[in-house]
């Protein structure tokens, strides 16, 4: 059985910092990995993913801001995420794919629940 989990998501103010974990389960034949967010009223978009290979893409606004990283003795996906800023409040998910594509996963098969991150000004 595959299932993905968030944990780590909260509220904060801007310019903190947050570390978001997705303990993976069950996924044996993904090459990607990735967290993705949606905020209310908009679409879900990619914001950093990594290749089991290590290799790791990021989208413009969090670069810099956002690492991800895996551990895949613990079967886990993280995403610390620093300097937050109001606009980075949303669900956020995580994600089994494929193909490493520019701060996303193509071919995504799997997704986590989501775990909220709020950020005030």
């Known amino acids: 059985q595959v299932l993905l989990v968030e944990s780590g998501g909260g509220s904060v103010q801007a310019g903190g910092s947050l570390r978001l974990s997705c303990a993976v389960f069950?996924?044996?034949?993904?090459?990607?990995l990735g967290w993705y967010r949606q905020a209310l009223g908009k679409e879900r978009e990619g914001v950093a993913a990594?290749?089991?290979?290590?290799?790791?893409t990021y989208i413009d606004s969090v670069k810099g801001r956002f690492t991800i990283s895996q551990d895949p003795a613990n079967n886990t996906l993280s995403l610390q995420i620093n300097s937050l800023r109001p606009e980075d409040t949303a669900m956020y998910y995580c994600?089994?794919?494929?193909?490493?594509?520019?701060?996303?996963?193509?071919?995504?098969?799997?997704w986590g629940r989501g775990t909220q991150v709020t950020v005030s000004s």
């Open positions: 994600a089994a794919g494929q193909e490493l594509w520019h701060g996303s996963c193509g071919g995504v098969a799997y």
């Open positions: 990594i290749h089991s290979d290590g290799t790791t």
């Open positions: 069950g996924v044996t034949s993904s090459n990607c």
